[in-house]
């Protein structure tokens, strides 16, 4: 039976008096690779935000290692081993490449193993290593979006969220980023990728969840999902 590490129940969110998510379920266990699909306005960042914090719920519940994590800040939950790529990467622009990575690490005080983390991340992201002493706000989009993952890596999560990873992206950057999500989960990473490109996001997902106007509408096997004529109809324009 795997771990469940992130369990969503009767999740909602409201802005204002608009219910923005509605009643949402979904699970990540341990070592997967899930994907949340649906077009803009579905609820998906919505959701993501309620998870680490940074939105409150209207009702529902968040459980993550067994545990609710309703109410707790997002720098609780970084401690915890939860942490975000937030959609729009916000990185540190007037701050180095190596700079920004030695922030991802802010929660933790083993120098070695920074070190070591930093190395690791200029294997795993090679254009980061060339451009280690520049401003990552002098970067490209696709880059920033790579720093902003392997800083989010640098807190050694136990899961990773990511939010619209591929947004505003050239197609050659969206398959590098693609290629390096699948690299990050084969390395053990758990992780929740909240993506509207959903043949790019089930093509390399485990399971898959499509939100609808802040509702669960379907969901299951990534690639039962990728071959669903309602999925294809509707998000692959067949």
């Known amino acids: 039976m795997a771990n ?43 959701t993501m935000k309620a998870i680490t914090g940074t939105l ?35 990185v540190f622009a007037r701050m ?6 030695q922030m991802g690490a802010y929660i933790r005080d083993d120098k070695a193993g920074i070190a070591e983390d930093i190395e690791k991340m200029f294997t795993i992201f090679p254009r980061l290593r060339e451009r280690k002493d520049q401003l990552a706000g002098t970067m490209s989009g696709g880059e920033q979006q790579m720093l902003a993952m392997a800083r989010a890596l640098m807190s050694r999560p136990k899961v990773l969220l990511l939010d619209e990873p591929s947004m505003g992206l050239s197609p050659i950057m969206v ?6 999500v699948k ?20 093509g390399i997902a485990d399971r898959g969840y499509v939100m609808e106007s802040g509702v669960v509408t379907m969901n299951g096997d990534a690639k039962a999902l990728l071959d669903d004529p309602r999925v294809r109809a509707a998000y692959l324009g067949e």
Not at 6 to 21: H, Q, R
Not at 96 to 101: A, D, K
Not at 185 to 202: D, Y
């Open 175 to 180: 398959d590098k980023i693609f290629a390096v």
């Open 96 to 101: 180095t490449i190596t700079e920004n990575l």
């Open 4 to 46: 469940t590490l992130l369990k969503v129940t009767g999740l909602k969110v409201a802005y204002g008096g608009i219910k923005a998510v509605k009643g949402v379920d979904f699970e990540v266990n341990e070592g997967e690779l899930v994907t949340l699909i649906g077009s803009n306005g579905a609820g998906k960042t919505t």
């Open 56 to 90: 409150p719920m209207a009702d529902g519940d968040i459980e993550y290692l067994g545990k609710s994590i309703k109410g707790k800040g997002a720098w609780d939950l970084v401690k915890d081993g939860l942490a975000m790529v937030p959609e729009g990467r916000g």
């Open 183 to 202: 690299d990050v989960s084969a390395r053990g990473v758990t992780v929740l990728l909240v993506e509207q490109n959903a043949s790019r996001a089930l």
